[in-house]
């Protein structure tokens, strides 16, 4: 004989499951996340490494041709077509008086005219002034020279770099921000489940009805939170599967990185969000049946997965540092794929407490909503 459990669980899986929006909702997340964040990256890489001139205007380039030279050299030429309609110009004036200034060891004027607030031209202006500091240097070392000082007495320390990092952690700078839609689609993927096997079938009348068979309040809630889990690690085992081959088709090789991940560690990921995945909808189910209505749940937890995105955003990107992370929920789960994705040891210890904790945590959600499923107010939204 089944268990009232598992017999809510196929009931509320089966009936989510005829729900189109749900199955959309649990794959478009998880799918269009990771795939809009690797259409941003390689923008952002082709920008990084692309080596083709930078067409600008130059004014008095008659003045000082060696300098033009040099900004040839180095990818910086005249433009000859009209600007885009909507995108600043960007000029480098050279003064007149550039001869003299040379001739008389006095800084040569030129001024550089841009929108430095424009994200798009952003590496145009940063190559046009890294191409005039260059030629300022060359030509601070010749004065130096023929004065008969060696120029190395500007140099006050020699600091020589040994680089260390490996391609996997400085891979973890940049996938830092994508692990964090694989930790957010459990939180995604099973929300609209969640909000209709509560407030939904509160609002459907059918609640009542599955209060009255023989099963405990514990029985239905496990039921229903198993089904909503299931979905969020639907979102969750598509999003950790998805992430490595996507970005495997990015050059990311050409800014001096990798991402490999062998499946072992994707199942290892998977693993991870298990406990994750049992606690949002824990979370999620709480909220909708203290909400009173369908529409109310949804505003609600819309508020509430703020809460998962600002504790791992602000941890990403404040860079806190602190061991007591690797023993939490949620957090627990964020360090422990950095880790993975920098190829470091893995904190067995860590992984385990921060997985029971987020057990235990939910345990105890389940355990509050059966009891308030005991309440009439509940139940009727009263």
Do not use: C
Request: no cysteine.
């Amino acid at each position: 004989m089944k268990s009232p459990i598992t017999i809510v669980f196929r009931k509320e899986l089966k009936d989510a499951l005829r729900d189109k929006r749900s199955v959309m909702a649990a794959m478009s997340y998880a799918f269009f996340g990771p795939l809009l964040m690797a259409v941003a990256f390689y923008v952002l890489i082709s920008q990084l490494t692309d080596d083709s001139d930078v067409k600008i205007d130059i004014e008095g380039a008659a003045h000082a041709p060696a300098f033009v030279e040099h900004l040839e050299r180095n990818g910086v030429v005249q433009r000859d077509e009209a600007w885009p309609a909507g995108q600043q110009p960007i000029v480098l004036a050279i003064a007149e008086g550039w001869d003299e200034s040379i001739a008389t060891a006095q800084p040569a004027k030129v001024t550089l005219t841009a929108d430095f607030s424009s994200q798009k031209q952003r590496t145009d202006i940063r190559r046009v002034e890294s191409a005039v500091e260059n030629y300022s240097k060359q030509l601070s070392y010749i004065r130096l020279q023929m004065r008969g000082i060696d120029p190395r007495i500007t140099q006050g320390v020699d600091l020589v770099k040994h680089d260390t990092a490996t391609k996997g952690s400085k891979a973890a700078i940049l996938m830092g921000s994508v692990l964090i839609f694989i930790l957010l689609s459990v939180f995604f993927s099973g929300m609209n489940v969640a909000i209709d096997i509560s407030a939904g079938e509160r609002e459907r009348n059918s609640l009542e009805l599955l209060l009255s068979q023989p099963l405990t309040t514990h029985q239905l809630v496990w039921g229903k939170s198993l089904a909503a889990s299931a979905f969020a690690m639907f979102g969750g085992l598509l999003s950790a599967i998805l992430i490595p081959i996507i970005f495997k088709f990015l050059p990311l090789h050409e800014i001096g990185m990798s991402v490999s991940l062998a499946w072992p560690m994707i199942l290892l990921i998977i693993v991870l969000l298990v406990p994750l995945a049992l606690l949002a909808t824990a979370l999620q189910l709480f909220v909708s049946f203290r909400a009173k209505s369908f529409k109310e749940a949804q505003t609600y937890i819309s508020l509430l997965l703020m809460a998962p995105m600002l504790v791992v955003f602000g941890v990403e990107f404040a860079k806190v540092k602190n061991q007591i992370l690797y023993y939490l929920p949620l957090t627990g789960q964020h360090q422990a794929l950095l880790d993975i994705i920098k190829g470091e040891p893995l904190q067995w210890v860590a992984m385990g407490i921060s997985a029971l904790a987020t057990f235990v945590v939910s345990i105890l959600l389940l355990k509050l909503i059966s009891r308030m499923l005991s309440s009439e107010k509940v139940v009727f939204g009263l």
